[in-house]
């Protein structure tokens, strides 16, 4: 199994274990997100978007700052601003400055967004188990804990 990745990219084989490792779990990020992609492609929004519109539906009707949203991605995304721009203009969620600091913006979800997410479960987890689920429920826990064992290493 090991060494399929350099194949597939057309490289020399890897120096390092762990380089293969850090790059096939980056080769199937892309992978994963590209299918994602092609799900959410008709309804015009982003992976990115996709998981704004989640944690805003996820906030209810409280919402959330724009430093609250950024912190809760699961992507980094540098311009969260323009971001929450464009799915305003497209009427999916509504800001408003706050009443106690006039500083601080809340975005909530809007009727039209909650309806376009909501929408988009079943055929996202479709997708999701088409891409991951024959893997099995079993090496899927495995990788989870390898993950989180992976994010959790010391810097």
Do not use: W
């Not at 293969?20 to 092609?38: G, K, P, W």
């Not at 987890?125 to 891409?131: D, G, I, P, V």
């Not at 826990?141 to 010391?154: K, V």
């Amino acid at each position: 199994m090991a060494g399929r990745l350099a194949k597939e990219i057309q490289s020399k084989p890897f120096a390092l274990l762990e380089e293969e490792a850090a790059l096939n779990l980056a080769r199937t990020f892309e992978v994963v997100q590209q299918r994602l992609s092609e799900t959410l492609k008709p309804h015009q929004l982003t992976a990115t978007q996709y998981n704004v519109l989640r944690i805003l539906r996820g906030a209810g009707s409280e919402g959330v700052t724009c430093s609250q949203a950024s912190e809760r991605m699961v992507n980094h995304d540098p311009d969260m601003t323009r971001l929450l721009d464009r799915l305003e203009a497209r009427k999916l969620v509504e800001r408003e400055r706050s009443r106690e600091d006039r500083r601080v913006v809340v975005t909530r979800i809007a009727k039209k967004g909650l309806d376009l997410v909501n929408s988009l479960d079943a055929p996202v987890n479709a997708a999701l188990r088409r891409q991951l689920g024959h893997v099995g429920k079993e090496k899927l826990s495995q990788l989870i804990d390898i993950l989180e064992t992976l994010r959790n290493a010391p810097p």
